[in-house]
């Protein structure tokens, strides 16, 4: 069974930046494509990166892309999102998971504002 748990979130003025890091548990998580999606109120559920099991290989959602880095420790079974020059429309509930879908942690709080 694969756990996962985000910290890191919290309110931050525009401009400003957040690390979100998602701790899991689970011997599988190194093989595991794993990804950061967000979700602001009424709108659906975004993907915003993802990342090769090895590291070596992301990808970003346009919106994110040059302000957003993903990265992952697998030695310390950890998952990372780097966000800077954060923007009101950044503010979401962001979400670690495995690419696949099948895993999905609880969710933290992101809210950008002045």
């Known amino acids: 069974q694969v756990q996962l748990v985000e910290s890191g979130g919290g309110l931050v003025q525009p401009g400003g930046s957040l690390r979100l890091s998602c701790a899991t548990s689970?011997?599988?998580?190194?093989?595991?494509?794993m990804a950061w999606h967000r979700q602001a109120p009424g709108k659906p559920r975004e993907l915003v990166a993802h990342?090769?099991?090895?590291?070596?290989?992301?990808d970003y959602a346009d919106s994110v892309k040059g302000r957003f880095t993903i990265a992952r420790d697998n030695a310390k079974n950890m998952v990372y999102l780097q966000m800077n020059n954060l923007k009101p429309e950044d503010t979401a509930v962001y979400y670690c998971s495995s690419a696949s879908g099948r895993y999905w942690g609880q969710g933290t709080q992101v809210t950008v504002s002045s």
């Open positions: 689970g011997s599988m998580f190194r093989s595991f494509v």
């Open positions: 990342i090769s099991s090895t590291g070596d290989s992301t």
